[in-house]
């Protein structure tokens, strides 16, 4: 494969060779000449999101040509074993590009209430006369420890990807990867996130977009590519 798709995850263009995946049973075919890659949209949950994140990825950081499509009707069938919708999809894009990825996404988002049991330190409105540092006699309150419910919010979240890579030029020669990240964060109770950081759910899932963009350039970037 070209140069850019090893170097994608280091953001930088670098001499470099595909580094030996595990033994295949067919050669890898040859990837040499992908310039300009076509990103279909993104079907699914936030497909979109994540869509935009791997383009910035690739194009910013990694320094490719890529071409971002936007009607959510020119993707690609969410079955990625569909072979007759993708051959009608493959020759739409054969003028734009060198190569097209597509993709469907699926994502879950729990919120799960709780509260802990804190201990606070509060005043008792009562005071006593102590000597400060300088020796001069001062009035402090009496302090008492109680514990108390506080609430709190735990929130798991999922995105995943389903994803494939087709050669334009080369009829047959693809790639298909599954990749999944997770975030499990508690918002209020004994955490030092406050209830009120809790982020919205367009926040969590972006957040998830811009990891899995990462996580997708390594696979695609380290993975081997035998003609299918």
Not at 13 to 22: E, N, Q
Not at 42 to 62: C, I
């Amino acid at each position: 494969m070209r140069m850019w798709l090893l170097c994608l995850a280091a953001g930088v263009l670098w001499g470099c060779a595909l580094a030996p995946g595990p033994r295949e049973t067919k050669e890898p075919g040859d990837w040499r000449g992908v310039e300009r890659l076509v990103l279909a949209p993104f079907t699914g949950d936030h497909g979109e999101t994540l869509q935009r994140a791997l383009f910035e990825r690739l194009t910013v950081e990694g320094g490719l040509k890529a071409v971002y499509l936007e009607d959510r009707h020119l993707g690609f069938p969410e079955n990625l074993g569909d072979a007759e919708g993708r051959r009608a999809r493959l020759i739409t894009w054969q003028p734009l590009a060198d190569a097209v990825l597509s993709a469907h996404t699926r994502a879950t988002l729990v919120d799960s209430p709780g509260a802990d049991r804190v201990e606070v330190r509060e005043g008792t409105g009562q005071f006593r006369q102590i000597r400060n540092v300088d020796g001069e006699w001062v009035s402090v309150e009496i302090m008492r420890t109680r514990l108390r419910r506080v609430p709190f919010v735990l929130r798991q979240a999922t995105l995943s990807v389903d994803f494939r890579l087709d050669h334009l030029r080369q009829a047959g020669m693809s790639f298909e990867r599954s990749v999944t990240v997770a975030s499990t964060e508690k918002y209020g109770g004994d955490s030092l996130l406050p209830i009120a950081a809790l982020p919205a759910a367009d926040e969590s899932a972006q957040a998830l977009a811009e990891r899995l963009a990462a996580r997708m350039a390594l696979e695609i970037a380290g993975a081997p590519l035998p003609r299918s």
